[in-house]
């Protein structure tokens, strides 16, 4: 049996046996304070011989009685809750974990296989140039792919790297004044080789922002899933908004559905699962960005395009 379901087991056992011991105990106490009250009632015919007297005495013992039994269903009643309060709470908590734990084992999964990947077709186009008589455009291709192929390592290790470090706290960012059109299209240009990628909207527009980390991480990250979960052209635009400069990312791709749209953040999430994605990935890229945009108090949004496809919007703070 799975180590999972024998923790499930025994909580669900432990929830039983307590549930019954609690309703066991009120139970008791219950026939306890009935059986108090009867000797009571004994002690009190026994005590006085008039009928009367014995009657109103009876009546106030009534009384104690039924404040004994209102006690104990109220004090079981606000422990029954805090007791139902507990057991959702290590609930949700085991299943989070259990979802932390799913989500690392695919995480290995898909580096083991990104890092692989990437190898394997660098290894292969040398091999190639090596054995084979290639002319010169061959070999120009085969060296293209190679290099494609250490990119895409390069960004992948990158993406660990920033991961870890930012959850150690080890980065300190440093905003400067940066013309944002400028850097955009420079970073395009060498980073992307895509002719997919295409820069629209406004020129000239400054920001206050850290260039050697959050600026890298939150674009290529961005652009990078654009161009994988579409096929068309990705377009990056921006649009001054009086004190803060939107900085989007559209594409028409296959689009995030609304309810996975605030879980895409989490590390190593992924939409779907491990045997119906066709792309490659690790669910670390998203969760850099939210990371970095929280740490610098940058909103984040995340829009249905139109007609179809992803909009991801990051508010930068603007300069003059
Ligand atoms: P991954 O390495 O899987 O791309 P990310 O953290 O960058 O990891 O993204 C998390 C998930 O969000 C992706 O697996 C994908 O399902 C979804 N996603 C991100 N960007 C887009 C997009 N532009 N279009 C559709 N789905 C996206």
């Given amino acids: ?20 011991q609690f309703v066991w105990w009120t139970y008791l106490l219950s026939s306890l304070t009935f059986e108090v009250s009867g000797q009571k009632e004994e002690s009190l015919r026994i005590q006085f011989s008039s009928e009367e007297i014995f009657k109103s005495a009876l ?17 079981g009643a606000v422990f029954l809750s805090l007791l139902l ?10 299943d989070k974990e259990n979802e932390t734990v799913e989500h690392q084992k695919n995480f290995m999964l898909s580096v083991t296989h990104e ?15 090596r054995k084979r ?24 290790i990158e993406n660990i790297l920033v991961a870890s470090r930012l959850e150690n706290a080890e980065v300190k960012f440093h905003p400067e004044r940066i013309n944002l059109s400028d850097y955009i299209t420079e970073f395009i240009a060498l980073n992307f080789r895509s002719e997919r990628i295409q820069f629209e909207g406004e020129f000239n527009v400054w920001v206050m922002v850290d260039k050697n ?69 690790t669910g670390l890229g998203l969760f850099i960005v939210k990371y970095i945009a929280d740490i610098c108090n940058y909103k984040i949004e995340v829009l249905n395009n139109s007609p179809n496809g992803s909009r991801f919007i990051v508010h930068l703070p603007a300069c003059d």
Avoid: H, W
């Fill in 59 to 75: 009546v106030e013992l009534k009384q104690k009685q039924k404040r004994k039994i209102i006690m104990i269903a109220t004090e």
């Fill in 213 to 281: 980390m959050v600026l890298p991480s939150i674009i290529s990250n961005l652009i990078e899933n654009a161009l994988k979960y579409s096929q068309d052209k990705v377009i990056i635009s921006l649009l001054s908004d009086k004190s803060i400069v939107k900085l989007c990312v559209a594409d028409n791709g296959i689009g995030i559905p609304d309810s996975e749209k605030d879980r895409i953040f989490n590390k190593f999430y992924r939409v779907g699962s491990e045997e119906t994605r066709n792309t490659k990935g």
């Fill in 115 to 129: 890092l692989k990947t990437p190898l394997a077709a660098i290894k292969l186009n040398l091999q190639t140039m």
């Fill in 1 to 20: 049996m799975k180590k999972k379901s024998k923790t499930l087991i025994t909580f669900y056992f432990l929830v039983l046996y307590i549930a019954l």
């Fill in 133 to 156: 008589e290639l002319n010169k455009e061959q070999q120009e291709r085969m060296l293209e792919i190679a290099e494609i192929e250490s990119e895409r390592l390069n960004n992948l």
């Fill in 85 to 94: 309060f507990g057991i959702y709470r290590v609930k949700k908590s085991l």
